[in-house]
């Protein structure tokens, strides 16, 4: 009975957050902005969380499946696949705009992760992101180049539906992590990441648990891709297959405390935070205050911020 | 009454929760064989690490020549003239054998003396000379065994540990090993030496602790503790 | 089709591709020796060369100094922030059982070296102009360009003395030590605090170099410097870990392949070409092309 608190007090500011629509003007107040921007960062954190809070594999590859996402959802689109009144917003659109991701990540994801360790999944990861960048950008018409695909903007009417599947995924991605944690497959891949050769002589197929968890954050990566492609209405290298959405959940996720369900909400709430604070009052120089905050957090703090009140867990 | 050259009082060492050492009292006197026998686990190479500084003690102190060395670093500790040979051997597989001869005399202390203790180094072990030039992973188990060797005496050390030095080597070369040990101890060197192989070890030294669980469980002369019933009984019996 | 195709224009691609190489190939010795000391992937390594770059831009424009007489301030002065770096930054954090960490913390040096050098220095690219810029040497019909070539000499002049510190003084063995088995080191009283220190001033001393070949040969901007992370990488994983030579020949291959594949295939698909072979490389050997696995003892 006691595990069900946790899970209520969620699900009751998840509640509570969706109202807020209704008391705040969605167009001209910058919180619900603010706030859809914080889900879609929570989305990606838990994700990332996923393979290195609970497997201990560092993955430099969430731009890349966050652009797999957007570009599956222009690309869909565009090219009028289902012929469909309407792509905007359509499920069946963002549910494949999440699988595609996933069927690279598995592609990727077997053979790096049952050869390669830590130092080198880090890299293979991030050399795949740049393989997609340089597809991206010299795709032709298939891509759209470097300008993209731009998608028929005239949809748009309001914000809400942008902030209830942000707040929507959001909530999605911590309760697999929850779920992830409790459950069996969980303690496979705490037992991964605290001691691999213990884990498999113990007679846990780790290779399976850790391409499920990739999959997984693949598929939350490439939903919330196709969420903000609906959002910036033109699918670009250059808004999408930047760093930016790798270093940022990664900073979110360690500044929270990794390897736990609520680290990741709180550091995304609170970067969330200081980038628009920092971008708004230091424009320009603001990206230099993510290089110190990163290695700051690092040096002093490289357990988070969860950690120092809940010492010992 | 004799010069103590090592002293370890009431040493305590934990891995996490995990108590190692409870509470180990010992001393190696000036000019002697001291041996530290035990089963596999008992506490014996915890305790030499912890001398040599890889491991931080919880409690107790260990003093060299009446000075604290409790908690210094490795490098510290090699500097002041504590010498470990480690367990399997630990040498540096890529360079060649006479790099890590050098290496050993790395030390700011002992660093002024390569050449000489080269030249001593070899005029020991002549077959270290005959292939100073190999790479020193190419050598067979003997050999690198008494590159080891070779090498911590390049530190020039007021006193030598061995951990486990007769392991994995064939039966020949262990006798040869032991040899070995005599003879730098008849030279002058004083020696602490873990073994497993407890009668060779009881043999040749001096002085014997029997280690169990983390605790000394038994002290007593080389000979004298060979003879004990206990210690046959236990230890031996099994042994031979 | 291929009629355009002289043998003059092979050798040509072949040695502008050595030619650059040697650059990534000088970046991944660093790499090299940082991760063959601390196991940490240094990704800052690129923005650091194009931060030589800027210096050397600056000493030049500013205070009118041939690139090629910054050699030793820039080379010092590089070697001394890599010392830096190393006490600032990776001291308290190698100790660290999580390598992850090490990782991050040169992800955000790389974050903070780029966009200071965009707010300093605007992200336009920079290049340098000298009266030996676009002068070049033949050598049997070929035109080698002069600020290459020297480029080249500097790299091979550099490898050479890293070589030789590494193979010949006692300092570079500890380093070769510290490499294989750091337990090992400190028991015959190697400092791994120090052998970490010297492994990054070189790492980092030789971006220096890298960094001036560079900005007398190509135009550079802020952001350039993490390809050149990812391309130093990628000639490591090429020449295997713990060999100055492969390491350089790693770069060489690259840069080779680079030159090549940019001809026949167009510009901007050289990148994925390099990125293709990178990821094989990983998954088929991943401890190098060049190397024979060492057994350890």
Known sequence: MKNLKPITSVVLATLLLGLIPFVSDSEKSYLVYFLFLTFCHIVLTQGWNLVAGYTGQVSLGTHAFFALGAYTTAMIWRADLFSWENYYFDPVTMILSGLVPVIFALAIGIPLLSKLHGDYFALGTLGFGEILKVVCIKGGQFTGGPIGIMLPSSVYTTMRPHYWTALFLAFLATGVV????????????????????????????????????????AFLSGLCGSLYAYYLFQVSPEGFLILRWTLYPVLMCVIGGSGTVVGPILGSLLMTAVFTVTSIYLPGIHPIFSGIIIILVMLFMPNGIIRLWKKGV | MENRLLEIKDLHVSYGSVCALWGVSLHVPEGSIVALVGAN????????????????????????????????????????????????????????????????????????????????????????????????????????????????????PTILMLDEPSLGLSPLVVKMM????????????????????????????????????????LEGKGEQLLSDPEVQNAYLGTME | MFDYLTFGLLAQLFINGILFGTMYGLAAIGLSLIFGTMRIIFLSQGAVIILMAYCCYWLFTLFKIDPYLSIPIIGLAAMVLGAGIYQGLFRRAVKMED???????????????????????????????????????????????????????????????????????????????????????????????????????????????AGIALSTTYPFDPYFGFIFSLKAMIALALGGLGSVFGALLGGIILGTLESWSS???????????????????????????????????
């Open chain 3, 99 to 209: 390598k992850n960490i090490t990782l991050l913390i040169a992800v955000g040096l790389m974050f903070l070296i780029e966009n200071l050098m965009a707010v300093m220095w605007t992200p336009n690219p920079r290049s340098i102009s000298t009266g030996y810029t676009s002068s070049s040497i033949p050598v049997g019909g070929l035109a080698i360009s002069f600020t290459r070539l020297m480029g080249f000499v500097m790299a091979m002049l550099s490898t050479a003395g890293v070589t030789l510190f590494l193979k010949r003084t006692l300092v570079g063995k500890a380093v070769r030590a510290a490499s294989e088995d750091i337990e090992a080191a400190r028991l015959v009283g190697i400092s791994p605090h120090w052998v970490n220190t010297i492994a990054f001033a070189i790492g980092i001393g030789l971006c220096g170099i």
């Open chain 3, 263 to 297: 001809f026949f295939i167009s510009g901007g698909w050289a990148d994925a070409v390099s990125y293709g072979v990178f990821l094989l490389v990983l998954l088929f050997k991943p401890e190098g092309l060049l190397v024979r696995s060492v057994k350890k003892v």
């Open chain 1, 178 to 217: 929850y779920f992830m944690t409790k459950s069996r497959v969980g303690l496979a891949l705490v037992a991964i990441s605290e001691d691999e050769t213990a884990a498999s002589s113990s007679g846990i197929y780790i290779l399976k648990y850790k391409v499920l968890a990739f999959a997984i954050s």
């Open chain 2, 178 to 217: 032991f040899e070995l040990v005599e003879e730098l101890n008849r030279k002058g060197m004083t020696i602490l030496l873990v073994e497993q192989n407890i009668y060779q070890a009881l043999k040749i030294s001096h002085y014997a602790y029997v280690i169990k669980t983390g605790k000394i469980v």
């Open chain 2, 41 to 156: 686990g008992a506490g014996k190479s915890t305790l030499l690490k912890t001398i040599a500084g890889m491991n931080r003690p919880k409690n107790g102190s260990i003093l060299f020549s009446g000075k604290h060395i409790t908690g210094l670093t490795p490098e510290a500790v090699v500097n002041a003239g504590i010498a470990m040979v480690p367990e399997g051997r630990k040498l540096f597989a890529r360079l060649t054998v006479k790099e890590n001869l050098e290496l050993g005399g790395y030390i700011p202390r002992a660093r002024p003396f390569i050449q000489k203790s080269l030249e001593q180094a070899y005029e020991l072990f002549p077959l270290l000379k005959t292939k100073s030039n190999q790479i020193a992973g190419s050598m067979s188990g003997g050999e690198q065994q008494m590159l080891a060797i070779a090498r911590s005496m390049m530190s020039r």
